[in-house]
């Protein structure tokens, strides 16, 4: 298991640097926040970049070790010229999504992070003409509470993973619905563990391959 703190959440040095001394990484949504983490004493290594932007300086930050997910077919020929024969990671939208309303739903027709699910045949395309090792796959489905909806949405994106022979951690990018208001579901981990986790031995039987599991939170 290996889990990420959405820095985004919030960017505080002094939390920062406690969730990092208890073992998390972080994941940065801007080349800003990867900055702002290694300020804060975070190594580059533990710090992974899943933008819409491309950062302008990415190659400056992944010479110093920082990770990169690609989250467009644009991205991963970008990250290509720079690094041919280099390690990436990749965003899918799997087409489905879990929120409790339309804004917090980000996986499925209506949502534009990611690659979408059926442009896979073009990312292994890239990924041969650049000569890329994809390790890591990504997504990114919402603040849902659902379940059904995480194991559905993780079964989705692990297929996608069986299909990239080197990928070898999977992140679903769940968010975690805390209920606020009156009326509103907060998310039940319990419920929904043992159903994902279903889902990734299923993958390691019938691939035969190991695979890590990841998470972020605070979003």
């Known amino acids: 298991l290996n889990v990420r703190y959405a820095m985004k959440a919030c960017p505080s040095a002094a939390i920062v640097r406690i969730l990092n001394r208890l073992g998390l990484h972080i994941d940065a949504s801007s080349d800003f926040e990867a900055h702002r983490a290694m300020q804060a004493g ?37 990250f290509g010229r720079l690094f041919k024969g280099g390690e990436v990671g990749v965003r899918f939208n799997p087409g489905l999504g879990s929120g409790h309303i339309n804004r917090t739903n980000v996986g499925g027709p209506s949502a534009s992070f990611g690659i979408w699910h059926e442009y896979l045949d073009q990312v292994l395309e890239i990924q041969r003409q650049y000569e890329l090792n994809i390790t890591r796959l990504h997504s990114h489905i919402g603040s849902g509470s659902d379940p059904e909806v995480w194991q559905r949405c993780a079964r989705l994106t692990l297929d996608i993973a069986a299909q990239v022979p080197n990928a070898h951690t999977v992140n679903p990018g769940p968010g975690y619905m805390v209920g606020c208001m009156a009326g509103e579901t907060s998310t039940e981990l319990q419920p929904g563990g043992p159903r994902v986790g279903a889902q990734v031995e299923r993958v390691q039987r019938e691939r035969v391959r190991s695979v890590r599991w990841g998470m972020e939170s605070g979003q």
């Open 42 to 78: 975070v190594p580059a290594e533990h710090i992974q970049i899943t933008a819409q932007q491309l950062p302008a300086d990415l190659e400056e930050l992944v010479q110093q070790g920082v990770l990169f997910n690609a989250c467009s077919l644009a991205q991963l020929r970008r």
